[in-house]
């Protein structure tokens, strides 16, 4: 086994955990805007539901009068 070869292996190795790593941080920035995609899919219903209490609260007041 020679300098060259370990320098070799050295290398590889690196390169293939270098690899993991940015696959890694590309799963992990997937799921970073999946969880926002459902938070904001969430914000989202909140809204509706308030206008349409809102709405209703508004119907309901005109009918007392």
């Known amino acids: ?4 070869d370990t320098a070799k292996g050295i290398g590889i ?3 293939i955990l270098i ?22 899919h969430l914000l989202l219903w ?3 539901i308030l206008c349409v209490i809102g709405a209703l609260a508004i ?5 007392r009068r």
């Open 59 to 63: 119907v309901a007041r005109r009918f």
């Open 46 to 48: 909140l809204a509706v």
């Open 19 to 40: 690899a993991g790593i940015i696959i890694l941080g590309i799963w992990l920035v997937s799921l970073a805007f999946k969880i926002a995609g459902a938070a904001i």
């Open 13 to 15: 190795r690196a390169l």
């Open 1 to 4: 086994m020679t300098v060259r």
